[in-house]
Protein backbone atom coordinates (compact mmCIF):
# COMPACT_ATOMS: atom_id res chain seq x y z
CA UNK A 1 0.00 0.00 0.00
CA UNK A 2 1.51 3.36 -1.07
CA UNK A 3 1.70 5.52 1.96
CA UNK A 4 2.67 9.22 2.11
CA UNK A 5 3.31 10.80 5.91
CA UNK A 6 4.06 14.41 6.19
CA UNK A 7 5.44 15.85 9.61
CA UNK A 8 3.75 18.19 11.34
CA UNK A 9 4.32 21.56 10.74
CA UNK A 10 3.90 25.06 12.42
CA UNK A 11 4.75 28.52 12.61
CA UNK A 12 7.73 30.31 12.12
CA UNK A 13 8.32 34.54 11.69
CA UNK A 14 9.17 36.07 8.52
CA UNK A 15 13.06 35.13 8.17
CA UNK A 16 12.75 31.83 10.18
CA UNK A 17 13.46 28.64 8.90
CA UNK A 18 11.47 25.30 9.38
CA UNK A 19 11.80 21.82 8.20
CA UNK A 20 9.44 19.51 7.08
CA UNK A 21 9.34 15.50 5.44
CA UNK A 22 7.60 13.05 4.39
CA UNK A 23 8.21 8.78 5.56
CA UNK A 24 7.22 6.45 2.45
CA UNK A 25 5.26 3.38 3.29
CA UNK A 26 8.45 1.17 2.03
CA UNK A 27 11.75 1.60 0.05
CA UNK A 28 9.82 1.11 -2.91
CA UNK A 29 10.02 5.35 -2.73
CA UNK A 30 13.99 5.39 -3.43
CA UNK A 31 13.05 4.78 -7.40
CA UNK A 32 11.04 7.15 -7.71
CA UNK A 33 10.45 10.64 -8.49
CA UNK A 34 9.63 12.77 -5.73
CA UNK A 35 8.59 16.65 -5.18
CA UNK A 36 7.07 18.99 -2.99
CA UNK A 37 3.67 20.80 -3.99
CA UNK A 38 1.60 23.60 -1.83
CA UNK A 39 -1.56 25.48 -1.66
CA UNK A 40 -2.72 28.34 -0.11
CA UNK A 41 -6.25 29.51 0.89
CA UNK A 42 -8.33 30.49 -2.12
CA UNK A 43 -5.16 29.31 -4.42
CA UNK A 44 -4.38 26.02 -6.63
CA UNK A 45 -1.73 24.32 -5.80
CA UNK A 46 1.69 24.96 -7.12
CA UNK A 47 5.13 23.39 -7.31
CA UNK A 48 8.02 23.94 -5.35
CA UNK A 49 10.51 21.85 -5.33
CA UNK A 50 11.25 18.56 -6.97
CA UNK A 51 14.19 15.76 -7.15
CA UNK A 52 14.89 12.67 -9.62
CA UNK A 53 15.15 9.33 -8.15
CA UNK A 54 18.90 9.44 -7.34
CA UNK A 55 18.81 13.01 -6.78
CA UNK A 56 21.23 14.20 -9.29
CA UNK A 57 18.65 16.21 -10.41
CA UNK A 58 16.65 18.85 -8.71
CA UNK A 59 13.79 21.33 -9.70
CA UNK A 60 12.71 24.68 -7.72
CA UNK A 61 10.05 27.51 -8.51
CA UNK A 62 11.36 30.93 -9.03
CA UNK A 63 9.38 31.72 -5.99
CA UNK A 64 11.68 29.60 -3.57
CA UNK A 65 15.23 29.49 -5.32
CA UNK A 66 17.75 29.85 -2.83
CA UNK A 67 15.52 29.42 0.08
CA UNK A 68 14.52 25.88 0.16
CA UNK A 69 16.13 22.81 -0.19
CA UNK A 70 14.65 19.42 -1.40
CA UNK A 71 16.83 16.26 0.10
CA UNK A 72 16.45 13.02 1.42
CA UNK A 73 17.61 11.00 4.52
CA UNK A 74 20.31 8.45 4.40
CA UNK A 75 18.19 5.49 3.63
CA UNK A 76 16.30 7.36 0.70
CA UNK A 77 12.63 6.85 2.35
CA UNK A 78 12.19 10.55 3.78
CA UNK A 79 12.04 12.83 1.61
CA UNK A 80 13.05 16.52 3.31
CA UNK A 81 12.22 19.95 2.70
CA UNK A 82 14.10 22.66 4.40
CA UNK A 83 13.08 26.13 4.28
CA UNK A 84 14.83 29.26 5.07
CA UNK A 85 14.28 32.92 5.11
CA UNK A 86 10.43 31.91 4.69
CA UNK A 87 8.37 34.84 4.02
CA UNK A 88 4.49 35.72 4.85
CA UNK A 89 3.63 34.65 0.74
CA UNK A 90 5.43 30.81 1.88
CA UNK A 91 2.14 30.96 4.28
CA UNK A 92 0.54 27.07 2.39
CA UNK A 93 -0.54 23.52 3.14
CA UNK A 94 2.36 21.75 1.81
CA UNK A 95 2.34 18.68 0.31
CA UNK A 96 4.87 15.67 -0.66
CA UNK A 97 4.24 13.55 -3.60
CA UNK A 98 5.57 10.84 -5.85
CA UNK A 99 3.63 9.56 -9.02
CA UNK A 100 3.06 5.55 -10.22
CA UNK A 101 4.27 6.76 -13.52
CA UNK A 102 7.56 8.01 -11.85
CA UNK A 103 10.04 4.67 -11.69
CA UNK A 104 13.45 5.59 -12.41
CA UNK A 105 11.92 9.20 -14.52
CA UNK A 106 13.15 12.60 -14.50
CA UNK A 107 12.34 15.47 -12.55
CA UNK A 108 9.38 16.96 -13.10
CA UNK A 109 7.42 20.07 -12.20
CA UNK A 110 3.76 18.86 -13.92
CA UNK A 111 1.42 18.76 -10.82
CA UNK A 112 -0.23 16.10 -13.58
CA UNK A 113 2.48 13.23 -13.27
CA UNK A 114 2.23 13.24 -9.70
CA UNK A 115 -0.67 10.72 -8.01
CA UNK A 116 0.25 9.63 -4.96
CA UNK A 117 0.36 12.80 -2.10
CA UNK A 118 0.77 12.81 1.64
CA UNK A 119 -1.42 14.55 3.93
CA UNK A 120 -0.76 18.00 3.87
CA UNK A 121 1.02 20.20 6.43
CA UNK A 122 0.44 23.64 7.02
CA UNK A 123 2.83 26.03 7.38
CA UNK A 124 1.96 29.15 9.01
CA UNK A 125 4.80 32.54 8.62
CA UNK A 126 3.28 35.33 10.31
CA UNK A 127 4.92 37.68 12.95
Known amino acids: QVQLVQSAGGMVQPGGSLRITCAAS????????RGWFRQAPGKEREFVAAANWNFSKTRYSDSVKGRFTISRDITGITLNLQMNDLEPEDTAVYYCASGSGLYLADVTDSIADYDYWGQGTQVTVSS
Open 26 to 33: GNWITKYT
